[in-house]
């Protein structure tokens, strides 16, 4: 797990809220989404956005961009999700840019 969290992502770690993110996913994932019926534990979100990280069973983790919709999804590109093969290639590829981006806008 990562050890230091850079902005505008962070560790959930309220369980209530874990627990809704988790639940809106599910609802989210039509039959052909690639994550579908895969174990997946939201572990952190994006503040500035409606992207989550998604932890599946085998170490690897998926960036996802939720819809809010509360149904599922017909189309499998929604909701929008990019799988990575470990958390570190998701530190690297998509948080550490993120955290600069973020820096480089004054937010």
Known sequence: MIEEWLEPWYLIEDEDLRQA??????????????????????IARREDQD??????????????HLTWSQKREVNPAWPGTKIFGSIEEWRERKMKPAHEDWVASGS
């Open 21 to 42: 993110l988790n639940e809106e996913l599910q609802k989210e994932l039509g039959r052909r989404h690639p994550l579908y019926r895969l174990p997946a534990k939201v």
């Open 51 to 64: 992207d989550v990280l998604v932890a599946l069973g085998d170490g690897r983790v998926a960036e996802v």
